[in-house]
């Protein structure tokens, strides 16, 4: 978010068609609950064609880019690197000291997503391998959570610039306005 | 969760082929963050199959049911149906209100989850209309930091019964037990 030490997500691995969905649905979900930036594995075109043109309607900043050096961009990362994993410690046990690296020593974070199997070289390059649960689920579901917890829930009232449509929260129905809030 | 007021998590809408992966992580979601039971539309047998089977492997109690009638399952419910929804009153908001609901009255929820298009009835039939942000991401995100927040955390403590397996929090690489504890 804007003002703090960058949030990085990078989704590590991608297979083109069968994972397209669920790589989308990272970028939008890293965007969504608070981080500045999603990196794509360069075969991954079509997700970042989906997460731009979402950030061009609904608001930024938030950036997309593609790599083809998925490896580098973690041994390189100026910061701390977290790995979400299910065979990782416990989120509950580590974020507390995860968020103090951030805001105590402005440290950047690059968060680490598997897609296809992930080498054993991103454990041991990782500064925290993180399980949101011990238990099989979701790489998405992970990230959310983890997301929420960082930020502890300040994402939630992030305000959204360039916007050309935004929504009004309902307790019924649909409702969406200009981005400058003005008419329906 | 057990001793607690059910949560259920029905998936409303589900196309076989391309929505197999992501109705099979909102099981998966649902198990691994404090839900009791899933319900899917019949048609999404092959979701209910993995689900099962990582339940068979890692543990439950979780329950999985198909059903021909989602929305005589939302309107039969007898406790609380919350849906989630972009469009919905900000998370940060209302879950406080919706916990209280369940831990003082001791009413069941029911989580509808939203697929293809979600027809205006399910909008009229919801106690809560909740949007996890008001902008577009992942069904499988905001079912998953609804959860973590309607338990405040305690599901990250549930024990799993009846696992063939358990994963060990690790600072490094992967260490999977025996469902008791014992041998590698």
Do not use: C
């Not at 969406?176 to 329906?184: L, R, W």
């Amino acid at each position: 978010m804007q003002d703090e030490p960058e949030v990085a997500v990078l989704r590590y691995g991608h297979r083109p068609g069968r994972d397209d969905r669920m790589t989308t649905h990272v970028g939008l979900t890293a965007r969504a609950l608070g981080a500045d930036r999603v990196i794509f594995p360069d075969n991954a075109g079509q997700s970042r064609e989906t997460v731009e043109d979402i950030t061009d309607r609904f608001g930024g900043p938030f950036d997309v880019e593609l790599t083809a050096e998925l490896d580098a961009t973690i041994r390189g990362w100026e910061g701390s690197v977290v790995h979400l994993t299910m065979y990782g410690e416990r989120v509950q046990d580590v974020t507390g000291e995860i968020r103090e690296t951030r805001r105590g020593d402005g440290e950047p974070i690059l968060v680490v997503v598997g897609g296809e199997k992930v080498p054993f070289e991103v454990y041991e390059a990782a500064d925290w391998n993180v399980g949101v649960t011990n238990q099989p689920h979701s790489e998405v579901a992970g990230l959310a959570v983890f997301l929420d917890r960082l930020f502890g829930g300040r994402e939630l009232e992030r305000e959204w610039e360039d916007a050309d449509r935004r929504v009004l929260p309902q307790a019924r129905g649909k409702r969406v306005v200009d981005g400058d809030g003005t008419g329906d």
